[in-house]
């Protein structure tokens, strides 16, 4: 508000300041002596009838000088219209005074008054909106939205929306439960089959073996341009070994990538791995990239924002084995009864991130059982498990031997520091 009626304040002023310029060099007339000039001019005409009295004769001579006394008494008369010279103050008062008067109200019959306390406000609020708390109104929004759906169900596009925002959250067990409310029509939708397959791979710690790779297939049987189906596809592919299977689909997915962006970077990284498992060279029988991409690179690449992980190499092509971490895995008394038969599962991950660093898998155990996590475990040769100073340790019983979590699952948490040992207890259960 105040740089606004400052702005204000200085146009008038110079507004102003131009119209008085002229007035302020105004003279007074006031001063001027009439009869000092009649008497002078009377001086004048006598001089020149003086001059001409002999030729004029005597006669006509006092003719004239009777003339010029009758002028000379006329000119003494006041001159009825005649008025005293003005001055320029009211003029000047009158300006400084109805200008800013007059701007003022003509802002408030055609202008915004009410944008003036306003302003402060709009600034608070966009300083807001880009503050970190902006998150918690985009989580009101989708709170609404999830409270909406509850009351009106029969909305698949509005439970697509929902799957999608949570999504974007983070939130994505919440993402796959909205997905699978969307109904019939989640069949017929290339965009939603990819995203619930995606949102189920991330519950999977971004494993998209199982529902997600069947989902995934599904997709591309409507679109096989769907770049988010090509990946969890050909992903899948490739985690099962199967490198023929997998290739097409990479580099379908490849050329269907902005070049330059990180996913072009990831599908790079993987079907160089998944060429040097097949024996192929990087340039060999590989398919230009239509949106102007390279060839495939060597070079390791984080995962997209899709949370994809990084195929993991042959056993033989992996690094020695450095600085493993011991895990004693037990279960509570409470739960023993319910481990026979399952598979078991140790992840390690860096705290806080959802991708893991390296993982096992036990089938047919027998709690306690030492486990070993080394580098030749891990899941991407670009991040070895040896990588990160300390590591979550998670170990998990699942009942249908699948790498994603399921209801029912049997788990156990810990935190260790590189290379030491750690007690894992399974004591929770997933609801």
């Not at 007074?28 to 009377?42: C, K, P």
């Not at 609404?144 to 029969?154: E, G, H, I, W």
């Not at 929902?162 to 699978?180: M, N, P, T």
């Not at 306690?368 to 040769?381: G, W, Y």
Request: glycine share 8%.
């Amino acid at each position: 508000m105040t740089p606004f009626l400052l702005s204000a304040a200085l146009l008038t002023a110079a507004v102003l300041s131009i119209l008085l310029l002229p007035l302020s060099g105004r003279r007074s007339r006031a001063g001027v002596d009439r009869a000092a000039v009649n008497a002078r001019l009377l001086r004048e005409d006598l001089a020149a009838l003086d001059l001409e009295r002999a030729s004029l004769g005597e006669e006509r001579y006092a003719q004239a000088r009777e003339e010029l006394a009758r002028r000379v008494l006329a000119d003494a008369a006041p001159m009825p219209g005649a008025r005293a010279a003005t001055s320029a103050l009211p003029t000047v008062a009158a300006l400084l005074l109805g200008l800013p008067i007059c701007g003022g109200l003509l802002y408030v019959l055609m202008g915004t008054p009410a944008a003036l306390p306003a302003h402060a406000s709009i600034a608070a609020t966009a300083k807001q909106a880009a503050a970190p708390t902006a998150p918690t109104q985009v989580q009101k929004m989708v709170d609404s939205l999830a409270a909406k759906l509850q009351a009106q169900p029969d909305d698949p596009a509005g439970w697509a929306m929902l799957g999608r925002s949570y999504a974007v959250l983070g939130e994505f067990g919440k993402a796959a439960a909205a997905y699978a409310r969307v109904g019939p029509q989640l069949q017929r939708h290339a965009r939603w089959l990819a995203e619930y397959a995606d949102a189920l791979a991330m519950t999977a710690n971004g494993s998209p073996l199982g529902k997600p790779e069947r989902l995934a297939a599904r997709a591309l049987a409507i679109n096989p341009d769907n770049l988010l189906a090509l990946m969890l596809a050909g992903y899948a592919h490739a985690l099962r070994g199967d490198n023929r299977g997998a290739l097409p689909l990479l580099e379908h997915a490849s050329r269907e990538v902005v070049a330059g962006s990180e996913d072009a970077a990831f599908l790079d990284h993987v079907i160089a791995q998944v060429r040097r498992r097949m024996g192929l060279s990087a340039a060999e029988g590989a398919t230009p990239r239509a949106a102007g991409g390279g060839a495939a690179s060597d070079t390791p690449a984080a995962p997209t924002g899709q949370s994809l992980a990084v195929v993991a190499p042959k056993a033989g092509a992996r690094q020695a084995p450095r600085a493993p971490v011991q895990v004693q895995v037990s279960i509570a008394p409470s739960l023993r009864a319910q481990a026979p038969g399952r598979t078991l599962f140790v992840i390690a991950r860096v705290p806080g991130q959802r991708m893991p660093l390296a993982a096992v898998k036990r089938v047919g155990v027998t709690l306690p059982l030492r486990v070993s996590l080394s580098d030749a475990d891990s899941m991407s040769p670009s991040q070895p498990l040896s990588s990160a100073s300390r590591v979550q340790i998670e170990a998990r019983l699942s009942a249908t031997g699948d790498a994603m979590p399921a209801s029912g699952d049997l788990y156990g948490t810990a935190s260790v520091a590189r290379g030491g040992s750690v007690d894992v207890l399974i004591d929770q259960r997933r609801p």
